[in-house]
């Protein structure tokens, strides 16, 4: 098992009554296996990927439960350990490609970092493989991407960049908190192709956070679903579009849009 | 870029009045054209000639001289003391802003009392416990100038804590070090290149105003204060001996003041 979660609890103290966004999350998850994320927004999905991640800094919230990564305990690990995880095993993209890039630092540094801090190796090394990397993730010209500032991209451009430089030290682990949401729809339909064939090349695990359950159901095989803090339901995919056990859910795949072609 | 450069009237005008300070200072280090504590006594209150353009002073020597000199002390002091203040104002708000916490509020409200004093005062303590001199006064004015440093990049710090970028770079493991320094440092440059150049100006005159108190450079060093302070005695007699240092003074920092207010500075990239 690449992933354990038991009874993870977060809670936030900085207000006089403490605050529990996340209630007894449980994940298993199995070296490239894709599992699915839903709820809406204040679900507390994004709070457990931090979590996962080891992002949450340890002032913030108040963690309890165990979280089990490739044998590390990621809550109580020395932050050492950690931080040799982080980026070489377990990566993550975020939500907003127009922020998650540094505005004054070309692309090729950017997408070098991971590499610079994990491996030893020598410049031309490093940008052979980030220029690999950047034409992987399917961006025209890698060469002029690599000596390009983020201002000079566009956002579906950037967050291929985003993926290259998660992908860079071929993690076990990606942890994707909403990477299409800011997104339009072909570009959401191509990141998710990506996102597919990175998982199968690599043996990559996806853990894929959306509100989209139409998404969800193009990439992944497991999903849970959750809702103020609490997994309510999860399991196969198509068992549960075709039979969801909760109300919420079904009213959650209820309120896909869809078009009826049938004309009445 | 080079287009908005010609269009930016600031930066120009800026860098024509710095320059022609700047310009004479430095080679007012390495030479000068006459020894800067040469007296003469046929010189004594000269005018201007060929041989010394802005007249002779009380004792014979050259305002040239001197004033090249001066500034140069002038223009070198208020680097130290940007270099003690940035630097260490750098270091302290980074980690108090970036770590945030128990330390971060204690070291504001030590901050805040520093920041009660106005900066000259406390430079003023500072010299009376280290005593004067140039040196000394650069160490006073540093110190005295990390308070407002603090603040400047401790909130650029707090703004950058959160940003994205930053979690990704720490997600690559960069340690926090590496975060601080390497990633969210430079992003802070927009911030930093505006307030060094005010700060550097703050500096000049606080090294004029405790070099005209007699506190600061002590002779035979000259420093546009010290000048401006010797000339009071004369202010009537020959009004030259306060102009020339104090135009000097007034050009050096008119001038950066207007780069730190141009668009080609505060807007890099």
Same mark, same amino acid.
């Given at each position: ?26 994940? $298993? ?14 679900? /507390? *999905? ?8 080891? +992002?949450?800094?340890?002032?913030? =919230?108040?963690?309890? /439960?165990?979280?089990?990564?490739? /044998? ?92 290259? =430089? =998660? ?5 076990? +682990?990606?942890?994707? $908190? ?10 959401? =339909?191509?990141?998710? *192709? +990506?996102?597919?064939?990175?998982? *199968? ?22 999903? +849970? ?19 969801? *056990? ?19 | 870029?080079? @287009? !908005?450069?010609? #269009?930016?009237? @600031? ?12 310009? %004479? ?7 000068? %054209? ?9 010189? #004594? ?59 971060? &509020? ?12 106005? !900066? ?46 930053? #979690? !990704? ?6 340690? &926090? ?8 440092? %430079? ?23 405790? !070099? ?7 002779? %035979? ?8 302070? &010797? ?6 007699? #020959? ?31």
């Amino acid at each position: 098992m690449l992933l354990h979660v038991e009874d993870l609890n977060i809670e936030f103290h900085d207000h006089i009554v403490p605050e529990t966004v996340v209630y007894d999350f449980d994940l $298993d998850m199995d070296e490239g296996e894709i599992v699915g994320l839903v709820g809406e927004s204040g679900s /507390g *999905k994004s709070m457990s990927a931090l979590a996962i991640a080891g +992002l949450l800094s340890r002032h913030d =919230a108040k963690k309890r /439960g165990h979280i089990i990564f490739d /044998g590390t305990d990621i809550l109580n690990c020395p932050r050492e350990e950690l931080r040799n995880l982080q980026g070489d095993d377990i990566s993550m993209i975020f939500q907003e490609p127009m922020t998650s890039l540094d505005p004054l630092k070309k692309i090729g540094w950017q997408v070098e970092e991971a590499m610079r801090i994990h491996k030893k190796c020598t410049a031309a090394e490093r940008k052979e493989r980030a220029i690999k990397m950047l034409g992987d993730v399917e961006l025209e010209d890698p060469e002029r991407v690599y000596n390009s500032y983020p201002h000079q991209l566009s956002g579906g451009m950037r967050q291929r960049v985003m993926i290259a =430089a =998660a992908m860079i030290n071929t993690p076990k +682990l990606l942890i994707a $908190d909403e990477p299409t949401t800011a997104l339009d729809v072909t570009v959401q =339909a191509q990141i998710v *192709k +990506l996102l597919k064939r990175i998982n *199968k090349e690599n043996r990559t695990a996806i853990l894929f956070i959306s509100h989209d359950l139409s998404l969800i159901r193009q990439l992944c095989k497991r999903v +849970l679903v959750m809702k103020g803090g609490y997994v309510v339901d999860g399991g196969d995919v198509e068992e549960i579009f075709t039979h969801p *056990k909760q109300e919420y859910t079904k009213r959650l795949i209820d309120s896909i849009p869809h078009v009826d072609l049938s004309g009445e | 870029m080079k @287009n !908005s450069v010609k #269009k930016d009237f @600031n930066f120009i005008l800026g860098i024509v009045l710095t320059a022609i300070v700047v310009v %004479p200072a430095i080679i007012g280090i390495f030479w000068t %054209p006459y020894g800067i504590d040469t007296m003469n006594n046929s010189l #004594k209150m000269a005018g201007c000639s060929l041989a010394h353009p802005f007249g002779c002073d009380n004792f014979g020597r050259d305002i040239l001289s001197r004033v090249m000199a001066g500034s140069a002390i002038t223009l070198l002091i208020g680097l130290g003391t940007v270099a003690i203040g940035a630097v260490a104002g750098t270091v302290i708000g980074a980690v108090t802003g970036y770590y945030g916490g128990l330390a971060d &509020d204690i070291f504001m409200r030590f901050n805040d009392v520093m920041f009660s004093f106005p !900066s000259l005062l406390l430079a003023l303590v500072f010299v009376a416990v280290l005593g004067s001199g140039r040196t000394q006064l650069t160490v006073a004015l540093g110190i005295a100038f990390i308070p407002s440093y603090v603040r400047i990049v401790r909130a650029e710090y707090v703004r950058a804590r959160n940003m994205d970028y930053v #979690k !990704s770079a720490k997600l690559a493991g960069a340690s &926090d070090i590496r975060v601080m320094f390497v990633h969210i440092l %430079p992003n802070t440059s927009k911030v930093m290149m505006g307030s060094l150049l005010i700060g550097f100006n703050n500096a000049v005159l606080a090294e004029a105003g405790l !070099s005209f108190l007699g506190i600061g450079v002590q002779p %035979p060093d000259a420093s546009l204060g010290r000048m401006l302070s &010797d000339a009071q005695t004369y202010l009537f007699g #020959k009004p030259g001996l306060a102009i020339v240092p104090g135009v000097t003074l007034i050009v050096m920092v008119l001038g950066i003041s207007l780069l730190g207010k141009s668009d080609t500075i505060t807007r890099i990239r």
